[in-house]
């Protein structure tokens, strides 16, 4: 066994006198304890706090990259792209996973992350396609050629 690992026992040893010696051999227990208990409410609390503040967030992200999407595959539209049912099917999906008129508290977490996710993919995707080149033209409408191109 290493001497560094011995000495490090013997000192927590020391260290574990002093705090039962502060607190008290009898309350030390209901001290850890205590102690432990308060960490986890505090945590509990923090968790709480953030676990609000993160479902408002993936909301607003949810509908901000929705907007981008539609925006996105006009755009798409305008020049000759395909995705026309896309910027139908996906906000039908998006305010079937959501939308809930009859309900007393808003959609769950889980829903408006799957929300997010396909809005996500799908801004993804129109973007990708239209920072593609376009297709080479082919038939009646193919790119004129060179002086030097015609025999």
Not at 10 to 36: M, S, T
Not at 42 to 66: E, K, N
């Amino acid at each position: 066994m290493r001497r560094n690992t011995i000495a490090l026992i013997w000192a927590g040893g020391f260290l574990l006198a002093a705090a039962l010696y502060v607190v008290g051999p009898d309350r030390f227990l209901d001290r850890c304890v205590a102690a432990i208990d308060a960490l986890t409410g505090w945590i509990h609390s923090t968790l709480l706090t953030l676990g609000a503040q993160a479902y408002d967030v993936v909301h607003a992200l949810a509908l901000a990259l929705l907007a981008v999407f539609v925006l996105l595959s006009v755009l798409a539209a305008r020049r000759g792209l395909r995705g026309g049912w896309a910027v139908v099917g996906l906000p039908l999906v998006f305010l079937l996973l959501v939308w809930r008129p009859f309900a007393e508290g808003p959609a769950p977490i889980g829903r408006w992350l799957a929300a997010l996710l396909i809005s996500a993919v799908g801004a993804l995707l129109m973007t990708r396609r239209l920072l593609d080149p376009p297709p080479p033209r082919t038939g009646p409408w193919t790119a004129p050629r060179w002086p030097a191109d015609r025999t």
